[in-house]
């Protein structure tokens, strides 16, 4: 029977080729399980069901608590793009063949690597990998996405049984981020990678071998709150060498706010971590303690409050308020709630904040601005 747990998963990949040690530092610590995860397993339930359904495959409707309608339709998007990848294949290959949830192994490079694929479609020309990512997190690519191209070498192996594909196209599909991206990549250079990249890294990784090194990659770290590779990363930020004059220049001004972002973000995920360890397992920090914080009044029963106001002759006890625009939306129904109140719906303008350029909202001039701010 094939094990059911990769030692080095796909979805790992990122980080154990840029930290190899990092993966027998995780093993040293429980998995992690959090609500975001489950609802995206069943996402991808949901995904899988509907897409086999109109492959006309055996299938049986899951069903979960978390499926929402935001999620439904988080997924109907996927499920559509998938099936316009299914009739372009259909169309350009006589046969091709379509695989829902594939487990991909790609062991023969690394041992125990091994993973699923969202969506496999291989054609007589092509292999297309889709994978679905339901996170509302950051934007990832398909270009040189290790986790991907490990998909790719995977199913490559068993698809050149079978044909002789020319290209192997990956994408990721983000419905919740508006985002896809696809790359392609020729199958020699895939495997060229395979070999000179992820054997050795690979290899280096499961005997706990390799430099430490921080990055993006430690955001899914099990070690992210006590790793020192990455807490001297952090520190090294904050040692800023700053030139004589007695003001800094704006170049300067610039690289503390890059340098204070990501500071600020490794603080507070440390402080996350060890709150929790504190209030969960009683963990005692030197110098911390557990306190209450503030907490406002709250009735304990309001059927109490409103009998006892009532019997005291007390009736003006209530305020009507009209319902939320999502309630509204949902009450009405999309068409009916743009055609009836459509005309007073506004957005109004966000607060403006700083942002670093790479941020993939639309930029605000000081004369766009001002001249929003002249209209109000
Ligand atoms: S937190 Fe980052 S540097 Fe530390 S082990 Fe994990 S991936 Fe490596």
Redesign the pocket.
């Known amino acids: 029977m094939p094990s059911t747990h990769a030692r080095f998963s796909p979805s790992a990949a990122n980080?154990r080729l840029?930290?190899p040690?990092?993966l027998t530092?995780?093993e040293q610590f429980q998995d992690e399980e959090s609500a975001y995860a489950a609802e995206g397993t069943a996402g991808h339930a949901m995904a899988e069901h509907l897409i086999k359904k109109y492959l006309k495959q055996r299938t049986r409707r899951p069903v979960s608590d978390y499926y929402s309608d935001e999620l439904l339709e988080a997924v109907d998007e996927y499920v559509s793009f998938v099936q316009g990848e299914i009739e372009e294949a259909r169309r350009v290959c006589k046969d091709p063949v379509f695989t829902v949830e594939q487990r991909v192994d790609a062991s023969e490079y690394v041992e125990g690597c091994f993973g699923t694929a969202d969506m496999v479609i291989v054609t007589d020309n092509y292999i297309h990998i889709i994978d679905l990512k339901l996170g509302r997190g950051v934007q990832v690519f398909a270009d040189h996405n290790e986790q991907l191209m490990i998909y790719g070498l995977g199913v490559l192996s068993k698809a050149e049984l079978l044909y002789d594909p020319k290209v192997v196209r990956l994408t990721i599909f983000q419905p919740r981020l508006n985002h896809c991206s696809t790359w392609e990549i020729d199958p020699a250079e895939l495997k060229q990678w395979g070999e000179e990249v992820l054997r050795p890294t690979g290899a280096m990784a499961l005997m706990g071998a390799g430099e430490?090194?921080?990055?993006s990659?430690?955001r899914f770290?099990k070690?992210?709150n006590q790793?020192r590779?990455?807490a001297e990363?952090f520190l090294k930020l904050a040692q800023m060498e700053f030139r004589k004059p007695a003001l800094l220049d704006d170049e300067e001004i610039a690289e503390v706010l890059r340098r204070s972002d990501e500071l600020a973000k490794w603080a507070a995920d440390v402080y996350a971590f060890a709150q929790d360890e504190a209030i969960i397992h009683g963990k005692q920090w030197p110098g911390y303690k557990l306190v209450e914080g503030r907490s406002v009044r709250k009735y304990s029963s309001e059927d109490e409050v409103v009998a006892a106001a009532q019997a005291n002759g007390y009736t003006d006890i209530f305020k009507k308020s009209l319902i939320g625009i999502g309630d509204m939306e949902r009450l009405m129904g999309k068409a009916e709630f743009q055609r009836i109140l459509g005309p007073y719906v506004y957005k109004p303008q966000g607060k403006l904040t700083l942002v670093p350029k790479s941020d993939n909202r639309q930029e605000v001039t000081k004369d766009t601005a001002s001249a929003e701010f002249q209209e109000v």
Do not use: K, V
């Open positions: 980080r840029h930290c040690p990092s530092l995780e430490f090194a921080a990055g990659w430690c770290c070690a992210r790793c590779a990455r990363e």
